[in-house]
T-cell receptor, first 109, second 117 residues
Framework: GEDVEQSLFLSVREGDSSVINCTYT??????LYWYKQEPGAGLQLLTY?????DMKQDQRLTVLLNKKDKHLSLRIADTQTGDSAIYFC?????????FGQGTTLQVKP | GAVVSQHPSRVICKSGTSVKIECRSL??????MFWYRQFPKQSLMLMAT?????????EQGVEKDKFLINHASLTLSTLTVTSAHPEDSSFYIC?????????????FGDGTRLSIL
């Protein structure tokens, strides 16, 4: 079946950049997404990228997509303590969202 | 932006009780809503796709008689956990897709934490 893989944990210092990586298997995915989940809360859509794009930037967030390698990354510039959360990448498959395991981002002051 | 309201946010009840969770799209209509389950420190697992006016489509391994889904209007889907037991304790999250924006992302509710004693 379709699969989305992420590293489980990332620790950075406040002010540094964070890069969260994701690989996926379905080359026909139209959109790829990044969601943020804070403790005890639902999912907040951060950003998404259409599959014919290589890059999308939205304020501190930059998404890079390498379709050939099926690799997606999320870069957070000037990471703040409020960015500490779990980040999920997701691809669409037959109208459904397939999520990665989530990357826990720890931001140290 | 699009808002999905999920209610209640937390439920604690005794084993054997049936629990209903509501998912509402507040400012858009949704023919399709999704129900997910999330165990601690794990990803979201799709349980079923809720279709307005028709039967829900359940994922493999999810008991449809255990998790009853009703999607009676374009703004409301309900998930009822029947005769809940401690193993049903989990975080349940719904999402909805705007009928007018089929290529746009799903919008998620804030989740319901269900604890069965």
């Amino acid at each position: 079946g379709e699969d989305v893989e992420q590293s489980l944990f990332l620790s950075v210092r406040e002010g540094d950049s964070s890069v969260i990586n994701c690989t996926y298997t379905d080359s026909s995915s139209t959109y790829l997404y990044w969601y943020k989940q804070e403790p005890g809360a639902g999912l907040q859509l951060l950003t998404y990228i259409f599959s014919n794009m290589d890059m999308k930037q939205d304020q501190r967030l930059t998404v890079l997509l390498n379709k050939k390698d099926k690799h997606l990354s999320l870069r957070i510039a000037d990471t703040q303590t409020g960015d500490s959360a779990i980040y999920f990448c997701a691809e669409t498959y037959t109208g459904k969202l397939i999520f990665g395991q989530g990357t826990t981002l720890q931001v140290k002051p | 932006g699009a808002v999905v309201s999920q209610h209640p946010s937390r439920v604690i009840c005794k084993s054997g009780t049936s629990v209903k969770i509501e998912c509402r799209s507040l400012d858009f209509q949704a023919t399709t809503m999704f129900w997910y389950r999330q165990f601690p420190k794990q990803s979201l697992m799709l349980m079923a796709t809720s279709n307005e006016g028709s039967k829900a489509t359940y994922e493999q391994g999810v008991e449809k008689d255990k998790f009853l889904i009703n999607h009676a209007s374009l703004t409301l889907s309900t998930l009822t956990v029947t005769s809940a037991h401690p193993e049903d304790s989990s975080f349940y999250i719904c999402s909805a897709r705007d009928i007018g924006e089929p290529n746009q992302p799903q919008h998620f509710g804030d989740g319901t934490r269900l604890s069965i004693l």
